[in-house]
């Protein structure tokens, strides 16, 4: 059955595309966190594998909204290893354990790969495609990789923190200027 909601057949594919290179990248991260999830080690053990919990169900959920956009709009998402391989920005570290502080530094990088993907998106699906609602669905997506990349941020400040002992003189000297 055809589809008329506004949207030229070479609009929806460019957004099929798009929108699969989110749920590529968004799968690759699942698998990352849930690995990491797995395998962390160490004083913080707990915090990390509650936290990673957290985050791979969230993923759970995108990535299906994700599948789902892509069908909404008449297209078919993808659904292989390779496929998903093949179409992401970020990149595997096949049979590497890293510590738990490196897990974590890792996966803030990715988060903050997808997040500069997704702003270009957010633009190219709006200027180029002329589909407002994916551009939104996208923003929605954004901040949800914004906010567990504070998450893991803050982790990784507060290890900082700790360690250097100069939080105070920080905030102390952030509150002056």
Same mark, same amino acid.
């Given at each position: 059955?055809?589809?008329?909601i506004?949207?030229?057949?070479?609009e929806?594919q460019?957004?099929?595309d798009?929108?699969n290179?989110?749920?590529?990248?968004a799968?690759l991260?699942?698998?990352?966190?849930?690995?990491?999830?797995?395998?962390v080690v160490?004083p913080q053990?707990?915090?990390?594998h509650e936290?990673?919990?957290?985050?791979?169900?969230?993923?759970t959920?995108s990535?299906?909204s994700?599948?789902?956009?892509?069908?909404?709009?008449?297209?078919?998402?993808?659904? #292989?290893?390779e496929g %998903?391989l093949?179409?992401?920005?970020l990149?595997e570290?096949? +049979?590497?354990l890293?510590?738990?502080? !490196? /897990?974590v530094?890792?996966l803030v990088?990715?988060?903050?790969?997808?997040?500069?993907?997704l702003?270009g998106?957010v633009d190219? #699906?709006s200027?180029? %495609?002329?589909?407002e609602?994916?551009?939104?669905f996208?923003? +929605?997506?954004?901040?949800?990789?914004? !906010? /567990?990349?504070?998450m893991?941020?803050?982790?990784?400040?507060?290890?900082?923190?700790?360690?250097s002992?100069?939080?105070?003189?920080e905030?102390?000297?952030s509150?002056l200027a």
């Amino acid at each position: 059955m055809s589809i008329n909601i506004g949207l030229s057949e070479q609009e929806r594919q460019g957004v099929t595309d798009i929108l699969n290179k989110v749920l590529a990248d968004a799968y690759l991260l699942l698998i990352k966190t849930k690995k990491y999830h797995w395998d962390v080690v160490g004083p913080q053990f707990r915090t990390l594998h509650e936290l990673w919990k957290e985050h791979y169900e969230a993923l759970t959920i995108s990535i299906d909204s994700v599948a789902e956009r892509v069908r909404q709009l008449n297209g078919y998402p993808l659904g #292989t290893a390779e496929g %998903f391989l093949k179409n992401a920005s970020l990149k595997e570290h096949p +049979g590497d354990l890293p510590s738990a502080q !490196e /897990m974590v530094k890792r996966l803030v990088v990715d988060h903050e790969q997808i997040i500069r993907n997704l702003r270009g998106f957010v633009d190219q #699906t709006s200027e180029e %495609f002329h589909d407002e609602g994916t551009s939104d669905f996208l923003t +929605g997506l954004m901040e949800a990789h914004e !906010e /567990m990349a504070w998450m893991l941020r803050s982790f990784l400040d507060g290890e900082s923190f700790e360690s250097s002992g100069t939080r105070d003189q920080e905030l102390a000297t952030s509150n002056l200027a």
